[in-house]
């Protein structure tokens, strides 16, 4: 209650050399009740901003926000839960080798063995064909005699296969058979590996959630709002009185779109020019703010409902807002102290 007191209290009297820096204070003072530790930040980056500007007439002013980071920092705030990615599945395990495969494979190994085999056995083969020849000449010179024929005719000997052609058969057939046995089982046992790995991966349960950073905080926030004025704007339609949408949703669009680009702005506490992405959503949202609240105040007569002289700062300039010269400032206090509202400025159709 007496940070809030003060805060109303002091809102009146914020010099003029603080036009760039105040944005920032008055973005945490309503952020300060629904999240109050990036209420901080910004009040923070806020406090950056005017000690980097000429303030000989803000000592009163910067002391009031130094009193309330000391209040909201002994506070202890903490940032919100996020919850962190899930890690990476692990690398699928490396296949099976093929079934097709490991049977060629396994008959070039028989047909190895048979050759082997076959060049053990060549003496016996050698005999074996002497052995028919000479069989062939007996049967031939019985024939020539027909004495020799009444005893029998002898048998023609029958063609022996090779012992080469039956082994590698077999041995090619066996082979085959061991290969797809093989294959099976690779594929079997691959299976059964990866499965387990799956269900593991399947049923992990999701990380524990953790304190969020500040760069997260804001970021998550900033885009929260820019999601939801987006949602809510209609850019097709203009401002009018007769439009429910513009008394009741423009005011409140364009200040959400102003709030998000003065909230991407904080980043730059961390690092001095934003990422691509987020600059482009913190353009989009200074441009279309502007342009919304120009056309509020346009359409109903009256003020701007942002500070229109606000603008994205400049982390690499020696100053990061620009400023009117002294004499500008003075003249523009003086014009709003003795200045009498007009008429026209209200109702400009009003005849002179």
């Not at 003072?29 to 000690?51: C, K, T």
């Not at 303030?55 to 002391?63: I, K, M, Q, S, V």
């Not at 299976?191 to 760069?215: D, I, Y």
Request: hydrophobic share 40%.
């Amino acid at each position: 209650e007496r940070v809030a007191h003060n805060t109303e209290g002091m809102a009146a009297t914020v010099p003029a050399s603080m036009d760039g820096a105040r944005a920032f204070f008055d973005r945490a003072s309503e952020l300060q009740q629904a999240h109050p530790y990036v209420a901080h930040q910004v009040r923070l980056f806020g406090m950056e901003i005017a000690m980097r500007l000429k303030h000989d007439d803000a000592g009163r002013y910067l002391l009031h926000q130094i009193e309330l980071l000391e209040a909201e920092k002994a506070a202890n705030l903490q940032p919100p839960l996020v919850r962190p990615r899930p890690p990476p599945a692990p690398a699928p395990a490396a296949p099976a080798p093929a079934p097709a495969a490991a049977a060629q494979d396994a008959a070039k190994d028989a047909s190895k063995d048979t050759a082997q085999d076959a060049a053990k056995g060549g003496k016996t083969g050698f005999f074996a064909k002497l052995r028919g020849k000479s069989g062939e000449k007996e049967a031939g010179t019985d024939a020539d005699h027909p004495d020799g024929a009444e005893g029998g005719e002898a048998a023609p000997a029958p063609e022996a296969v090779p012992a080469s052609a039956d082994a590698s058969g077999a041995a090619l057939s066996d082979g085959a058979k061991t290969a797809e046995a093989r294959g099976a089982g690779g594929a079997a046992s691959g299976h059964n590996k990866g499965a387990p790995a799956a269900a593991a991966v399947a049923h992990s349960p999701p990380p524990a959630p953790v304190r969020a950073t500040p760069q997260q905080a804001i970021t998550m926030l900033a885009l929260d709002l820019y999601e939801r004025a987006r949602a809510a704007d209609k850019p097709d339609l203009y401002p009018s009185p007769s439009v429910q949408w513009g008394v009741v949703e423009a005011p409140r669009v364009a200040a959400c779109l102003h709030a998000t680009a003065v909230l991407l702005d904080c980043l730059k506490r961390f690092e001095k020019v934003l990422p691509a992405e987020l600059a482009s959503v913190q353009l989009a949202a200074f441009r279309r703010s502007r342009q919304l609240a120009q056309q509020i105040a346009n359409s109903f007569k009256t003020t701007p409902c942002i500070p229109m002289t606000w603008q994205p700062a400049d982390m690499n300039a020696p100053l990061p807002f620009p400023q009117p010269p002294p004499q500008a400032q003075q003249q523009r206090q003086q014009q709003q102290k003795t200045q009498p509202l007009s008429s026209a400025l209200v109702f400009p159709s009003v005849p002179k």
